[in-house]
C-alpha cells in the first residue's frame, strides 16, 4: 500500500509526487491518458519532421517558481531555449511593440510610439526588481502567505503602499492610460492580461498584465528544448529516480472515504488502490467535488458554493508545419516567439466583450507561437513549426461573423474557425497561408478529451478574475490545498494561487499531506527528523 495516491499526472500532480517521494514516502500516480503531462507534452502529429506542441508552450512562471527551481529539474535533462525577442505585438499600420529581455530594447520600442514611454517602463520594471523576489514567493505559498506576505507588506511600504496597491488593482485599459502616452506599452499590458480571461476592462487586469509582462521581461517566455515534454519527462525521470510510480492509462472515478477521510481511490476498471496516508487530486474542482467524492461528504455550502463556481474562457487552438518562416510586416516580429495578434486596444476590448455576449469573435486575438524561433530543434532549417491559439465562449449564441458557428464543433465548424484564425494571422502577415504544409485544429472539445482538467478547453482552471481568487478559490473560504474530507488534498490549477505550469498548487498539496502527520510544536529540525524516522530512513539524501 503506498503512502499516497496522486490522482493526475499533469505537471502539479507530478510535482506533489516529487516532494512527497524527496520526504521518504511510496508514492503512485495514476494518469487517465496514456502518457504523463497533463497540458504539458508534444508530438509529431502535424507533420513528422515537426515537433507541435498540444498545449501549452511558452513557461515563464516555470522559470520564476521556486518551487521548480529547488527541484533542480537540469539535473534531469531539462533545458532552457529562448528566441531572440520575447514578445512582439504588431499593428497593421506597421509599428510594432517589442518585449525583449534587454530593457534598451523593450524601452527603445516603447519610445517610437510615444517619447518617454522607454522611461515609463523603466520604472513599472524598478517596481519590479524592489517586489518581484518577494512577491512571487507570497504567490506560490499556501494562502495565507504569511512569512512571505509579511516581507512583501514591508516592501510595499516603501515602494508606495497604498498608491502601488491601487495601481495593479486598475483593470489593464486604466493602468496603460496612467502610465504611457503611446500605445506600445498599454498593447503589451493588455496582450499579456488577456493570456487569462481577463478583458481589458477588468479589475486586476492591470496587476495580472504586469505581472506578466515583467516576467518576460526579467526571465523572458522560455521553452523546454525537444518540445514541451522535456518537462514532464524531467519531473517523471526524478519521480521514478526517488522510487515514485507513475500508472497511466488508469482512470480514476472514485475517492473512496471511511469515517471520514480519504482511504484510496477506485479506478474505472473497478480496481480499488489504497492510499495510508494521503490522495492528492490534480484535476478540476468540479470534478473534484461533483464526481469524484460523493456528496454525502461534502458540506451543503460547498455544493452550493460549487453552482456558483466560473470557469475562464473556453479555448480554440491551430498547429501549423510551415515551409517557411511567416511573412510578417514588421522586421522585429519574426525574432519574437510569442506575438500578439489584435490590432490595438479598442480591438481586444471587442473581442473580450463579443465572448461576453457569448458570440463567436469575428476577429479573435490570437496569440502565436514560433517554436522553430525560440528552440531551432523543433522543424528543420528554415521551415517554422507553429501554433495559434484563441479564446471563444463556453456557451455560444451567436457568431459575430455570421458564418453560423453554434458551438457544435464539428468538422465543418473546425474548418470554419481555424480559416478565421489565419485570416487574423494573414492581416499582420500577408502570405501567411502560402507557408502552410499541414494544420491540426484543436477545438474545445478536443482539448478537454486530450485532457480532462480542460473543461471545454478551458486552460487555468477557473476564472482569473478577483471574485475567485486567494481566499476565494477554488470557493470562498478556502485558498488552501485541504478540503472537507480528512487526508484529502486538491493538488490541481483549481486550487491558489492557479493556473500556469509553476508547480505551487500541487507542492502547496503535498506540504499539506506532509504537515498533516506530524504533531504541532515541532521545529523544523525534528519535523525532519519525524519524517525520516517514519519513513523508516527512506528519505532521499539532500541535493
Not at 427 to 434: D, N, S
Request: glycine letters at 12%.
Amino acid at each position: 500500500m503506498p503512502d499516497a495516491v496522486v490522482i493526475g499526472a499533469g505537471p502539479n500532480g507530478l510535482v506533489a509526487a516529487n516532494l512527497l517521494a524527496d520526504a521518504g514516502w511510496s508514492v503512485e500516480v495514476l494518469e487517465e491518458q496514456p502518457e504523463p503531462g497533463g497540458a504539458v507534452r508534444h508530438d509529431r502529429g502535424v507533420d513528422p519532421d515537426f515537433v507541435n506542441d498540444l498545449f501549452s508552450s511558452f513557461y515563464p512562471l516555470a522559470a520564476a517558481s521556486p518551487v521548480l527551481a529547488r527541484l533542480r529539474l537540469q539535473d534531469h535533462g531539462l533545458r532552457w531555449s529562448h528566441a531572440p525577442h520575447v514578445l512582439a505585438h504588431p499593428l497593421t499600420d506597421g509599428r510594432c511593440a517589442v518585449l525583449d529581455r534587454g530593457i534598451d530594447t523593450t524601452a527603445a520600442s516603447l519610445d517610437a510610439f510615444a517619447a518617454g514611454d522607454g522611461a515609463a517602463w523603466r520604472r513599472l520594471h524598478e517596481i519590479w526588481q524592489r517586489l518581484g523576489p518577494d512577491l512571487m514567493d507570497a504567490l506560490f505559498a499556501p494562502f495565507p502567505p504569511v512569512r512571505a506576505g509579511a516581507r512583501l507588506a514591508a516592501r510595499l511600504r516603501g515602494a508606495g503602499g497604498l498608491r502601488l496597491a491601487r495601481t495593479m488593482l486598475l483593470p489593464v485599459r486604466r493602468m496603460g492610460e496612467e502610465e504611457f502616452r503611446g500605445e506600445g506599452g498599454r498593447l503589451l499590458l493588455a496582450g499579456n492580461a488577456l493570456h487569462a480571461d481577463l478583458a481589458p476592462e477588468s479589475a486586476g487586469s492591470g496587476g495580472f498584465g504586469w505581472l506578466m509582462s515583467m516576467l518576460g521581461q526579467t526571465n523572458g517566455f522560455p521553452v523546454p528544448v525537444g518540445g514541451a515534454g522535456a518537462l514532464t519527462q524531467a519531473l517523471t525521470r526524478r519521480l521514478r529516480a526517488q522510487g515514485g510510480t507513475l500508472r497511466c492509462g488508469e482512470r480514476v472515478d472514485h475517492v473512496v472515504v471511511r469515517g471520514g477521510r480519504a482511504v484510496g481511490v477506485r479506478t474505472a476498471g473497478g480496481a480499488v488502490v489504497a492510499a495510508d496516508r494521503a490522495v492528492l487530486a490534480d484535476v478540476s474542482v468540479p470534478a473534484l467535488y461533483g464526481g469524484l467524492v460523493d456528496p454525502e461528504h461534502l458540506p451543503p455550502q460547498l455544493l452550493a458554493d460549487l453552482r456558483r463556481f466560473q470557469w475562464d474562457f473556453a479555448t480554440f487552438k491551430v498547429d501549423w508545419a510551415l515551409d517557411g518562416p511567416v511573412p510578417w510586416r514588421t522586421g522585429p516580429t519574426a525574432g519574437a516567439g510569442t506575438v500578439h495578434l489584435a490590432d490595438g486596444l479598442d480591438e481586444l476590448t471587442r473581442f473580450a466583450a463579443q465572448i461576453a455576449m457569448r458570440q463567436v469573435p469575428d476577429r479573435p486575438f490570437a496569440l502565436f507561437g514560433q517554436m522553430t524561433t525560440a528552440d531551432p530543434s523543433r522543424s528543420p532549417r528554415g521551415t517554422e513549426s507553429a501554433w495559434a491559439y484563441t479564446h471563444v465562449p463556453r456557451e455560444i449564441t451567436g457568431d459575430a461573423a455570421d458564418e453560423g458557428l453554434t458551438g457544435a464543433w464539428d468538422t465543418r465548424e473546425q474548418e470554419i474557425m481555424a480559416d478565421r484564425v489565419e485570416r487574423q494571422v494573414e492581416r499582420f502577415a500577408p502570405g501567411f497561408r502560402a507557408t502552410v504544409r499541414a494544420r491540426r485544429i484543436l477545438a474545445p472539445p478536443t482539448l478537454q478529451a486530450l485532457d480532462s482538467n480542460l473543461d471545454t478547453g478551458s486552460i487555468n482552471g477557473g476564472t482569473v478574475a478577483l471574485h475567485q481568487q486567494l481566499v476565494f478559490r477554488p470557493v470562498p473560504g478556502t485558498g488552501r490545498p485541504e478540503t472537507p474530507v480528512a487526508g484529502l488534498y486538491l493538488a490541481s490549477a483549481g486550487a491558489h494561487p492557479g493556473g500556469g505550469v509553476h508547480g505551487a498548487p500541487g507542492a502547496n498539496a503535498a506540504r499539506a499531506a506532509l504537515r498533516r502527520r506530524l504533531p504541532p510544536g515541532l521545529s523544523r529540525a525534528q519535523r525532519a527528523l519525524a519524517r525520516r524516522d517514519r519513513a523508516g530512513h527512506r528519505t532521499a539524501p539532500a541535493r
